[in-house]
């Protein structure tokens, strides 16, 4: 696992072109800090700040993602004053619309975590599946009950002592795709590193990965969690 610290759109730069196999990534949900930014209110022009930056991020994904890769691209509708504001605009930006958007997953916990009764529950993620061609590599023999269907029933609940992360992903929802869509010699990346669970599954696999974080206190913590520290 190589891991990068910095800003994820200039550290993919020294990235070669088409070098990618794999992309598993969540960006921070709506979190401009993230970004570079450090605006504090989530109005228009929040998300017209955020939503440049995605445009620059799908940019250098596109460009370091070879001609047989794939991406899944995980992010979360977010609720505010019990109404919900969807994700939906990253479909529009420029960058995004060169993929081939192949699969449209739904990420379904074991349960919910919303308490409101005023609206249905928000008990569910999206993940993006992209591409740049039809010629991806599936596994439909990788041990998964009905490997190719688009909604996928994983656990988002982490035991006490292995939560190192507010919005650390789960373990079997990176082991999913990594069964399905990776093969040996694949070079996986996670441009939005957090606490390092992608390259972390990756090793296990015995796939080469790269991680970007802009978190310094991450990046310590991404090398603590690493199984070949």
Request: with cysteine; hydrophobic share 35%.
């Amino acid at each position: 696992m190589k891991i990068l610290e910095g800003n994820c759109v200039e550290r993919m730069k020294e990235l070669p072109d088409n070098s990618v196999d794999l992309v598993i990534t969540s960006p921070p949900y709506e979190d401009v800090n993230g970004a570079g930014y450090g605006a504090k209110t989530k109005d228009i022009l929040f998300l017209k700040l955020y939503s440049g930056f995605m445009d620059d991020v799908f940019k250098e994904l596109y460009r370091v993602l070879k001609p047989t890769g794939q991406i899944f691209f995980n992010i979360k509708h977010k609720t505010h004053n019990k109404q919900l504001s969807t994700v939906h605009w990253l479909e529009f930006l420029e960058t995004f619309k060169k993929f081939k958007m192949k699969s449209y997953i739904i990420w379904k916990y074991a349960g919910s975590f919303d308490s409101t009764k005023s609206r249905f529950h928000l008990d569910y993620e999206i993940i993006y599946h992209l591409s740049k061609g039809d010629d991806i590599y599936l596994n439909c023999d990788c041990g998964i009950k009905d490997p190719l269907s688009s909604v996928w029933y994983v656990p988002h609940n982490i035991k006490k002592e292995d939560r190192v992360h507010p919005t650390q992903m789960p373990d079997a929802l990176v082991e999913r795709i990594l069964k399905v869509a990776s093969k040996k010699g694949d070079l996986v990346l996670d441009c939005f590193g957090g606490s390092g669970t992608t390259g972390i599954i990756a090793e296990k696999f015995g796939l080469d990965s790269v991680i970007i974080e802009l978190n310094p206190e991450n990046i310590e913590l991404i090398k603590k969690r690493s199984p070949l520290n």
